[in-house]
């Protein structure tokens, strides 16, 4: 093993995460097209399905996603009518972000989504179950 060795590429654990998370990415598009949903508006629905109505810097907290890259996602699915953003009454400065009458049927149409992403990841033959369990560690850890 030379000096070097540490530097390749191969040997770098965050490409292959990045390179990962680029393809499954991928393979989401088509699964999502129908819905007419970016990865980005299919993660942040996710949460606005378990949540149904949460603050803005909330929401941004748990999809790790800064402001700056959230605004326009949010802008984007108010404009689908899929959810509705206004000033908290209690505090001005809080944005509330909250799921839409469309938006809660939206959740019906996207159920086969997460099956459908096992089957082509391999399923049980990778215990994607563990791997999601190693990678929720090492963000917790990062965070």
């Known amino acids: 093993m030379d000096k070097y060795d540490k530097i390749k590429l191969d040997n770098q654990v965050c490409f292959s995460l990045y390179a990962l ?16 949903l970016t990865y980005t508006q299919y993660i942040a629905m996710l ?3 378990e949540e149904e109505k949460i603050i803005f810097k909330e929401l941004g907290k748990r999809l790790h996603l800064d402001s700056g890259t959230l605004t326009p ?11 509705t953003k206004y000033r908290n009454k209690e ?17 019906e149409e996207v159920l086969d989504v ?19 369990k190693q990678l929720d560690s090492l963000l917790q850890i990062l965070d």
Not at 21 to 36: A, F, M, T
Not at 73 to 82: T, W
């Open 47 to 49: 949460v606005m399905w």
């Open 91 to 107: 505090d001005d400065r809080l944005v509330t972000v909250e799921l839409t009458e469309k938006g809660k049927s939206l959740k």
């Open 21 to 36: 998370s680029r393809e499954i990415i991928k393979l989401y598009k088509p699964l999502l097209d129908r819905h007419n």
């Open 73 to 83: 996602v949010v802008k984007k699915l108010e404009s689908m009518e899929l959810v």
């Open 114 to 132: 997460p099956e459908k992403m096992y089957q082509i990841c391999g399923g049980n033959d990778l215990n994607l179950l563990s791997l999601k």
